[in-house]
C-alpha cells in the first residue's frame, strides 16, 4: 500500500511537542548516536540531516562550525528548528521529502538519516534509503528500525486488544510493513497514537538493509543493533539508569561494548531506531 505523504506531513507536525522528548530508552539510543556521528567527523566540512526535526543532532552540529543542510518535510519541525538556530550562520533549512533530495549526487561529506525519514516511509523506505546514499560523499549513518524487535510488540498488542493474531501481526513477521488501512483492525490499535495514526511503517532485518545499501554501491563499516543491552535489560533497570547521569554514562559505555563485541546484530533498542549502519561509497574504497 502506499504512503500518504500529505497525511504523513500533518501528523509530524503534530507530532512537535513530543518530538525531543525521550521515552524509556530514547535517551540512551540518541547518547549512541551521538557517539558514532563523533567518529565520523574528522575530514568532514558538509552535512546534510534528512529528517532533522527539531534538530537534535543538527543545530549542535552546526554550532561546533560544519556547514549544516537541515532536512525536514514537516514545516512545525522546521518553524521549532529555525526558532532553536537564532544567530546561527552556517545551517539552512530546506523543507523536503527524503524519497526526493534536491541534490546532486556526492553532494555532502557525512548524511545522517535517523530513524522516521525511512521507517515511516513504508513502501518508499527503500527509494528513501537509495537516495541518502546518492548524495553521499564520504560517509552515510542510518538508523532504521528493527524488525525483529517491533514483532514481539505487535504480538503483545494484539493479544491485549483482540485475544487473537490479527492480520497486521503476520505482515509484520513476514514483511515489515504496517499501513493503516491495510486491515480493519489496525484503526483500533492505533487509536491511543498521534491523531489516532500510527504512519506508514517500513521495519528492516540486518540482511535487507545490507541488500538495500550494497545495491547503491555503498561499502558498509559497520551494520548492526544499537543499544541492544537496553532493551534486553527491561523497562525497570532502563527508568533508573536514565534518572541517574552517572549510571547512564557508564551504561552507555556497557552497550557499546555489548553492541560491539557480544550481540552486534542484536535488537537495538525498543524506542526509536534499532539498527544501525554506516557506510562508505564503494569507490572511495578503491
Not at 56 to 69: C, E, H, M, N, W
Not at 147 to 175: C, H, Q, Y
Not at 262 to 282: D, H, N, S, Y
Amino acid at each position: 500500500m502506499q504512503t500518504d505523504f500529505d497525511r504523513e506531513r500533518s501528523w509530524w507536525d503534530a507530532k512537535v511537542p513530543k518530538e525531543e522528548s525521550d521515552m524509556a530508552d530514547e535517551s540512551i539510543n540518541r547518547a549512541l548516536r551521538w557517539r558514532e556521528i563523533e567518529r565520523h567527523l574528522d575530514g568532514v566540512k558538509s552535512i546534510l540531516d534528512i529528517g532533522a526535526a527539531t534538530g537534535a543532532f543538527s543545530i549542535p552540529l552546526a554550532r561546533r562550525g560544519f556547514k549544516v543542510t537541515h532536512l525536514d518535510f514537516s514545516p512545525a519541525m522546521l518553524e521549532v528548528a529555525r526558532s532553536k538556530a537564532e544567530g546561527i550562520k552556517n545551517i539552512e533549512f530546506v523543507e523536503a521529502n527524503s524519497t526526493n533530495l534536491p541534490y546532486a549526487d556526492r553532494s555532502f561529506d557525512l548524511v545522517i538519516n535517523m530513524d522516521g525519514a525511512i521507517f515511516f516511509c513504508g513502501s518508499d523506505a527503500n527509494r528513501a534509503l537509495s537516495e541518502a546514499c546518492r548524495v553521499t560523499g564520504k560517509t552515510l549513518i542510518v538508523t532504521v528500525s528493527n524488525r525483529a524487535v517491533l514483532i514481539p510488540g505487535w504480538i503483545r498488542t494484539s493479544i491485549s486488544s483482540f485475544d487473537r493474531f490479527i492480520p497486521s501481526v503476520k505482515e509484520m513477521l513476514e514483511n515489515g510493513f504496517w499501513h493503516q488501512d491495510q486491515f480493519s483492525e489496525n484503526a483500533m490499535l492505533s487509536k491511543c497514537c498521534t491523531m489516532g495514526y500510527l504512519g506508514t511503517i517500513k521495519a528492516f532485518l540486518p540482511d535487507e538493509l545490507r541488500s538495500v545499501l550494497e545495491s547503491q554501491h555503498m561499502e558498509i563499516t559497520r551494520l548492526g543493533g544499537i543499544g541492544s543491552l537496553a532493551c534486553l535489560c527491561g523497562d525497570e533497570a532502563v527508568k533508573r539508569i536514565t534518572s541517574d547521569h552517572n549510571l547512564l554514562s557508564e551504561f552507555v559505555d556497557m552497550c557499546e561494548y555489548y553492541d560491539k563485541c557480544i550481540m552486534p546484530e542484536g535488537p537495538g533498542t525498543w524506542q526509536r531506531a534499532g539498527l544501525i549502519a554506516v557506510a562508505t561509497p564503494a569507490a572511495r574504497r578503491q
